[in-house]
């Protein structure tokens, strides 16, 4: 990214404004960063572990697959999800609190005795279900935002921090050579008015 500027002492001013501004900023987002390479550190060991246990449910499903055939599947039904926000390292993310459920009325005296289980094991199935996309979405959040964050220290620290250093060197040294000819002139032209002083003395004095 090229840094525009003007070689004047007010461009050199905002030049130096922006730069401190930067060097200020930059360790709070360096913080900010590590921060969220902790966060998804944990958010990826959290959604692994939900990874797990779905597999574990689904497998212990499996095993009972032939007792499942008996059982209806209507009577339990997931209605609702309760959910807050909460913020991690600055980024709002969902959280699971409840799963909300509905379940039809059955005989317990003509229904298999395992169907009180069954309800239990099927409420384990979906609610760690439900949670694994919860921990999925706080994942891609986290993700995203340190990401973002990763870009922007980059933009400060390799790219906007040397620019604007590089920019207010080069006024500087232009300024500096400008004010070093200036002088060097106003020496030629002193220099040259006490010569021509010095020969009309000289005429004065010989006429």
């Excluded at 997931?78 to 390292?89: G, N």
């Excluded at 070093?180 to 010569?195: M, P």
Aim: glycine letters at 4%.
């Amino acid at each position: 990214m090229a840094i525009s500027f003007q070689y004047n002492k007010t461009s050199l001013q905002g030049l130096e404004k922006n730069l401190k501004m930067r060097q200020r900023t930059l360790p709070t987002l360096q913080s900010k960063e590590s921060a969220l390479r902790l966060e998804v550190k944990k958010a990826k060991e959290e959604l692994a572990q939900l990874d797990r246990e779905v597999e574990e449910r689904i497998k212990g499903y499996d095993e009972m697959i032939a007792l499942w055939g008996e059982f209806d599947t209507t009577l339990l039904h997931v209605d609702d999800v309760r959910m807050s926000i909460k913020k991690i390292a600055g980024v709002r993310v969902p959280v699971l609190d409840e799963v909300i459920y509905s379940t039809k009325e059955f005989s317990i005296f003509s229904s298999p005795k395992w169907f009180a289980d069954g309800f239990a094991q099927l409420k384990a199935i979906a609610e760690v279900g439900i949670r694994q996309e919860f921990c999925r979405e706080k994942l891609n959040l986290l993700e995203y935002a340190r990401k973002k964050t990763t870009q922007k220290v980059n933009l400060f620290e390799k790219v906007q921090i040397p620019g604007y250093q590089d920019a207010i060197r080069k006024i500087k040294r232009f300024m500096e050579d400008e004010e070093n000819l200036s002088k060097s002139s106003q020496k030629i032209v002193k220099a040259k008015r006490e010569a021509e002083v010095a020969d009309n003395d000289r005429k004065e004095a010989t006429a």
